[in-house]
């Protein structure tokens, strides 16, 4: 798995490469000639619709207690250690509000997983678990362009993200609420090509709320609830790497 996430990484890095890019050749041709320009009147429309691909990187944070358990003197302490590539597909969305501002609807799809490592303290033990997720969402972003340029046109984003978790599970060491909830800012370029639109795009996530489940009651091994009486909370944060075509 550390092949996997090294190309993610790596594969990260040169979307970010890209996309600066992308910025920075906008800029630099403000003193340049005016050349052809791709699809002139496509933004003039007042909706747009696309599709998007892309690749993720969820991490759970969570907040150990010290909590040492007073029947076996034992102290678990518990980390998301490994950060695995997950794939993105959704659809796009885009109301032309003005000339530089839109709002932007992307229902998502996100399938990824969280890797957990639990290390009691007193004997060095370790458990793991792998929780999986497949999430359904509904990202509500403005997105704000500068001018057009030739055929590119960089822009920045910020909004919300609310998410369901169609895989939870209910008898690992740890559960995970289904219903999370983001606030995300990005950026990326607007590429006009000949016949569509080239859209690659960098974005951050920041969880909200609490996703750690407490309240175990249905949990059939009971020596597993000591894992979440260990932890006071976790949030999710994610990295979205992500191409559109319009």
């Given at each position: ?103 932007r609807l992307l229902p998502t799809m996100f399938f990824g997983s969280k890797h957990i490592t639990f290390r009691d ?74 016949f569509f639109k080239l859209i690659p795009e960098l974005k951050f996530c920041f969880g909200l709320n609490n996703i ?35």
């Open positions: 798995m550390n092949f996997y996430r090294y190309s993610f990484r790596k594969l990260l890095w040169q979307g970010c490469l890209m996309i600066v890019l992308f910025l920075w050749g906008c800029v630099s041709t403000q003193g340049q000639e005016i050349k052809l320009q791709n699809r002139p009147y496509m933004d003039l429309r007042n909706f747009h619709y696309g599709f998007m691909i892309g690749l993720h990187e969820e991490s759970l944070h969570l907040k150990n207690n010290g909590l040492v358990d007073p029947q076996t003197g034992r102290q678990w302490l518990a980390c998301n250690d490994r950060y695995d590539p997950g794939f993105t597909v959704g659809i796009l969305g885009e109301w032309r509000l003005d000339k530089y501002f839109a709002l303290q007193k004997t060095g033990d370790k458990d793991y678990q792998e929780i999986k997720s497949t999430y359904i969402a509904l990202p509500a972003d403005i997105k704000f362009s500068a001018p057009r340029f030739n055929n590119y046109r960089p822009y920045f984003l910020a909004g919300v993200d609310l998410m369901y978790d169609l895989t939870t599970q209910d008898d690992g060491n740890l559960k995970l609420k289904p219903f999370n909830s983001f606030f995300e800012v990005g950026f990326g370029c607007d590429y006009y090509l000949p750690l489940e407490k309240d175990r009651h249905d949990l059939q091994d009971k020596t597993k609830a000591i894992f979440t009486q260990s932890i006071d909370n976790g949030h999710t944060n994610m990295i979205v790497l992500t191409l559109y075509f319009e």
